[in-house]
Nanobody
C-alpha cells in the first residue's frame, strides 16, 4: 500500500487557478501510474487526469486544455494544475496510485469554485 498525502484544495473564484499536490510514500518510479479522480455529491468518482511512470498523461474531456498533470520524481509528488476553473469543477479530488495491481487513495481534498 502506498501512502498518499494531498494538499492544495480550497476556495477559488470562477476563472481562477489552484494547484493540487499528492506526495507518495514510495518511490514514484515504483508506481505504475498516479493521478486524480474527483467526486461530486451523490455520484461515483470520475477520472480527471493520470500520468504513467513513463510520463504519459491522459485527461478527461471536461478538463482538457484547462488542467495539467505533472510529476516531480525527486519529491515523489504529482501535481494537478487547474486553471480556468468553473463552478462545475467543484468536487472532492482524490489522488490515486497504482502499483503492482493495487490502487491506493489519498484522503481527498475539497475544491470549491464560487464567487
Amino acid at each position: 500500500q502506498v501512502q498518499l498525502v494531498e494538499s492544495g484544495g480550497g476556495l477559488v473564484q470562477p476563472g481562477g487557478s489552484l494547484r493540487l499536490s499528492c506526495a507518495a510514500s514510495a518511490s514514484i518510479f515504483s508506481i505504475d501510474s498516479m493521478g486524480w479522480f474527483r467526486q461530486f455529491p451523490g455520484e461515483q468518482r470520475e477520472l480527471v487526469a493520470g500520468i504513467t511512470s513513463g510520463g504519459t498523461a491522459a485527461y478527461a474531456d471536461s478538463v482538457k486544455g484547462r488542467f495539467t498533470i505533472s510529476r516531480d520524481n525527486a519529491k515523489n509528488t504529482v501535481y494537478l494544475q487547474m486553471s480556468s476553473l468553473k463552478p462545475e469543477d467543484r468536487a472532492v479530488y482524490y489522488c490515486y496510485a497504482d502499483r503492482l495491481g493495487r490502487r491506493s487513495w489519498g484522503q481527498g481534498t475539497q475544491v470549491t469554485v464560487s464567487s
